[in-house]
């Protein structure tokens, strides 16, 4: 029996799909970190990726560190000229964590 989050996350994917031109921007949220990647789905690999455990050391919230894992995601992903993406939420809220992350990454410069 599936639980919501996974029942969501299964309907998202049927619609969302990223190429090398305009990657898909997956988030996994465990109860200590998020983690973040850009993929292409057609060759089935990740071209980038960070996580909030990068930022373990420092003294910041859970929400500073995760507008901060975006930015750096989309440092990253300038670096590798990849400028438009797509948003796989994984069927979490776009709400708190998950906003920030996203906000994070268009503050780094990615098109959403």
């Excluded at 988030?27 to 960070?50: E, F, G, H, K, M």
């Excluded at 894992?69 to 990253?76: D, T």
């Amino acid at each position: 029996m599936e639980r919501g989050r996974e029942k969501r996350h299964k309907k998202i994917r049927k619609k969302v799909f990223g190429t090398r031109e305009k990657s898909r921007l997956c988030v996994y949220r465990s109860l200590r970190y998020v983690y973040a990647q850009l993929i292409d789905d057609i060759a089935s690999n990740t071209l980038v990726s960070s996580s909030t455990l990068q930022l373990k050391g420092t003294n910041l919230s859970k929400l500073e560190a995760a507008k901060e894992c975006g930015k750096r995601l989309a440092e990253k992903a300038k670096k590798q000229k990849i400028e438009t993406v797509v948003f796989d939420r994984s069927g979490y809220k776009y709400h708190g964590i998950i906003k920030a992350l996203a906000e994070g990454a268009k503050e780094g410069g990615l098109k959403f």
